[in-house]
């Protein structure tokens, strides 16, 4: 069974900052991307950034200079420092994995985390 395990998430100030982890376990193959995505109430999971085994990332504008997203190749586990937060950013935070799984011939398949809640009280 893979599992991708969140942390990090709570209630902040406006301006603040928040890490979020995530660890990813089972049979795992050749991880092409892990990323987080978020759903605030009443509006469709958006992403939020995104990052390659190779180290690319790709951050949405409405983040851009506060957000990064780093990797950890060797433990399965992708992060997002958050900083300058705003009352937008409140939302259920998702972690995402997008790899073979079981067999190292099996095509990419997502997997996903329970998520965990961010709230930025201004």
């Known amino acids: 069974q893979v599992q991708l395990v969140e942390s990090g998430g709570g209630l902040v100030q406006a301006g603040g900052s928040l890490r979020l982890s995530c660890a990813a376990s089972?049979?795992?193959?050749?991880?092409?991307?892990m990323g987080w995505y978020r759903q605030a109430p009443g509006k469709q999971r958006e992403l939020v950034a995104s990052?390659?085994?190779?180290?690319?990332?790709n951050v949405v504008d409405s983040v851009k200079g506060r957000f990064t997203i780093s990797r950890d190749n060797a433990k399965n586990t992708v992060y997002l420092q958050m900083n300058s937060l705003k009352s937008e950013d409140t939302a259920v935070y998702y972690c995402h994995m997008l790899a073979s799984i079981y067999s190292p011939v099996a095509d990419p398949s997502s997997s996903w985390g329970q998520g965990t809640q961010v709230t930025v009280s201004s």
């Open positions: 990052i390659t085994s190779g180290g690319v990332a």
């Open positions: 089972g049979i795992i193959f050749n991880i092409r991307t």
